[in-house]
């Protein structure tokens, strides 16, 4: 392989490395998180489809996928939405409930394909997607601005060396943390599992907008040029953990909902 096509693919690999939701920790970790607070008909019913922990075990497949030819439309916008600065509450929803209506990105392909596994409930890969999409959704980069595409344009230090901010969250501040995935989820559990039944009563819509205003307070962060990396990693420890708690009950409800 001569010098030209090895620059090439390193930079393919960049690409579709800085456009990924949460890294493998991440997802596992939500989807740890689910799978614990599945009742015994769903686990069982999501354990037939992927194998026992499958849900763990796949939960980047729909990253690692976006390679092959057989899912191309994947790598084009089913990870992500685009939302704009300055939206209010309304706007967001508004916006939300337009994009049900049909389109290429997460809103509508979540709310698609989590509808047509309910209806049939038999194929692997529609729960692999429902459970990966699930968890970008709670990826405030992923629900970033057009200008910047979610982050991968601007550019910042993370103990001095160079990444964007979309990697950071992608990561980053995950690896920071020095957790194994099921270390996280118990830590998790125990730090928020007395408000479980509060995240589980939160609706869809409750969730974007959460999502929302965590994407505004990053980039109202970033505007203030703090490139300290602990201060950054001290000021959104507390909302990182959120998130992912936040999106492991919800996708357990999500998979309760479709199986039930």
């Not at 509450?89 to 392909?109: I, M, N, R, T």
């Not at 599992?193 to 819509?205: H, T, Y």
């Not at 703090?226 to 992912?244: M, P």
Request: glycine fraction near 8%; proline fraction near 1%.
């Amino acid at each position: 392989m001569n010098m030209r096509k090895k620059l090439f693919l390193l930079l393919m690999i960049f690409v579709s490395m800085s456009s990924y939701g949460w890294d493998a920790v991440g997802h596992r970790v939500i989807a740890e998180l689910a799978y614990r607070n599945l009742n015994a008909h769903t686990r069982k019913q999501v354990d037939k489809l992927l194998g026992t922990r499958g849900i763990v075990y796949f939960s980047s497949w729909a990253d690692e996928i976006k390679s092959d030819t057989i899912y191309p439309q994947s790598k084009n916008g089913w990870h992500f939405q685009n939302l704009r600065s300055g939206m209010s509450d309304a706007d967001v929803l508004d916006f939300y409930h337009q994009e049900l209506g049909g389109g290429k990105y997460l809103f509508y392909v979540l709310d698609s394909i989590s509808s047509a596994l309910k209806a049939g409930r038999s194929d692997a890969d529609q729960l692999k997607f429902v459970v990966h999409l699930m968890g970008d959704f709670f990826q405030p980069m992923h629900l970033g601005r057009p200008e910047d595409k979610g982050g991968n344009r601007v550019q910042m230090r993370w103990f001095n060396q160079g990444t964007n901010l979309h990697s950071v969250w992608d990561g980053k501040l995950i690896s920071y943390t020095h957790f194994s995935y099921q270390e996280y989820a118990d830590y998790l559990t125990d730090k928020y599992g007395e408000k479980k039944k509060q995240v589980w009563k939160m609706s869809i819509e409750d969730c974007v907008l959460q999502t929302y205003h965590l994407q505004n307070e990053v980039y109202d962060y970033q505007a203030q040029g703090d490139g300290n990396t602990y201060h950054y990693a001290y000021r959104f420890r507390e909302s990182l953990d959120w998130q992912l708690y936040t999106a492991g009950i919800q996708l357990a409800k999500r998979l309760t909902e479709i199986f039930k």
